[in-house]
Nanobody, 124 residues
Framework: QVQLVESGGGLVQAGGSLRLSCAAS????????MGWFRQAPGKEREAVAA????????YYSDSVKGRFTIARGNAKNTVYLQMNRLHPDDTAVYYC?????????????????WGQGTQVTVSS
């Protein structure tokens, strides 16, 4: 069983920054990759970024590449999403997720464990 808790969402003006955090309680016999996803009102959930267990491999959607950075904490069970140059189109509920393996992907069906989400609102 994996539990994920996100924090760090809020309201920010366009061009600003936010850092999201995700704390995971995970089984110690599996090395988990982690990912961030988002869902805007009336839209499907989409991938934002993913990171391997080691932290050496990262993947980003085209819409956030160059603006967002995913990273793992020293404790491995924490993952961060640094979001810079935010745009109103980034407004969404952001979810932390784990695929249950060490393989990081941007494919939603690969992910089995989800947090409750944290709201990010970017005003123009």
């Amino acid at each position: 069983q994996v539990q994920l808790v996100e924090s760090g969402g809020g309201l920010v003006q366009a061009g600003g920054s936010l850092r999201l955090s995700c704390a995971a309680s995970v089984r110690t016999d599996i090395d988990y990759a982690m990912g961030w996803f988002r869902q805007a009102p009336g839209k499907e959930r989409e991938a934002v970024a993913a990171i391997s267990w080691s932290g050496h491999s990262t993947y980003y959607s085209d819409s956030v590449k160059g603006r967002f950075t995913i990273a793992r904490g020293n404790a491995k069970n924490t993952v961060y999403l640094q979001m810079n140059r935010l745009h109103p189109d980034d407004t969404a509920v952001y979810y932390c997720s784990a695929p249950g393996s060490h393989i990081a992907t941007l494919t939603i069906p690969d992910y089995h464990y989800w947090g409750q989400g944290t709201q990010v609102t970017v005003s123009s």
